[in-house]
T-cell receptor
Framework: DVKVTQSSRYLVKRTGEKVFLECVQD?????MFWYRQDPGLGLRLIYF???????EKGDIPEGYSVSREKKERFSLILESASTNQTSMYLC?????????????FGPGTRLTVT | QQQVKQSPQSLIVQKGGISIINCAYE??????FPWYQQFPGKGPALLIA?????SEKKEGRFTISFNKSAKQFSLHIMDSQPGDSATYFC??????????????FGKGTRLHILP
């Protein structure tokens, strides 16, 4: 079974803090993704990576950065957390790019910024 | 042109009824159309998917209907059960796209099946 794990299920941070969300997949997938999920807005892509040290902006990259130093690990960084970044964050991975690939999602991290 | 429009946003169906969720797309390069199911507290998971060379695909109580000319596809859940209560996302992607092509998700439908 493919497993995508996220470092925390729930996280509470203060405004201005630097926040790290970690994601690890165990299936040697090429591609990894970070989404945020908000009611009524669905899944919005923040960043994705199709190879180690490669990253591509998604639809809402502002206020976020990412790091992929190893194939299995993809980190999302909030440089200076703000209250409008309170959300559910989902990590996903997939084998192929640009094809009929299945995305495997982690359980999500619910981040609250106060 | 990259959007996938999903409706309704929420749906309530009696147990045993048919649940229908609709999606529409514009980009004719899309040729893979999956549906993802998400239970509370979990990440989405692939439920069923279709390619445009067929007009319908059925897996158990779940059926995707695909209308290529109208650029629409829908998910039908027959004999809906309370355990089907979840959020459903339609999506679209291009099988032979570029390396950095990505899957496009609809905004989701919250389905509640009344017991």
């Amino acid at each position: 079974d493919v497993k995508v794990t996220q470092s925390s299920r729930y996280l509470v941070k203060r405004t201005g803090e630097k926040v790290f969300l970690e994601c690890v997949q165990d299936m040697d997938h090429e591609n990894m993704f970070w989404y945020r999920q908000d009611p009524g807005l669905g899944l919005r892509l923040i960043y994705f990576s199709y190879d180690v040290k490669m990253k591509e902006k998604g639809d809402i990259p502002e206020g976020y950065s990412v790091s992929r130093e190893k194939k299995e690990r993809f980190s999302l960084i909030l440089e200076s957390a703000s209250t409008n970044q309170t959300s559910m964050y989902l990590c996903a991975s997939s084998f192929l790019a640009g094809g009929d690939y299945e995305q495997y999602f982690g359980p999500g991290t619910r981040l609250t910024v106060t | 042109q990259q959007q996938v429009k999903q409706s309704p946003q929420s749906l309530i169906v009696q147990k045993g009824g048919i649940s229908i969720i609709n999606c529409a797309y514009e980009n004719t390069a899309f040729d893979y159309f999956p549906w993802y199911q998400q239970f509370p507290g979990k990440g989405p998971a692939l439920l069923i998917a279709i390619r445009p060379d067929v007009s319908e695909k059925k897996e158990g109580r779940f059926t995707i209907s695909f209308n290529k000319s109208a650029k629409q596809f829908s998910l039908h859940i027959m004999d809906s059960q309370p355990g089907d209560s979840a959020t459903y996302f339609c999506a679209a992607s291009a099988r032979w796209g570029n390396r950095d092509d990505k899957i496009i998700f609809g905004k989701g439908t919250r389905l509640h099946i009344l017991p």
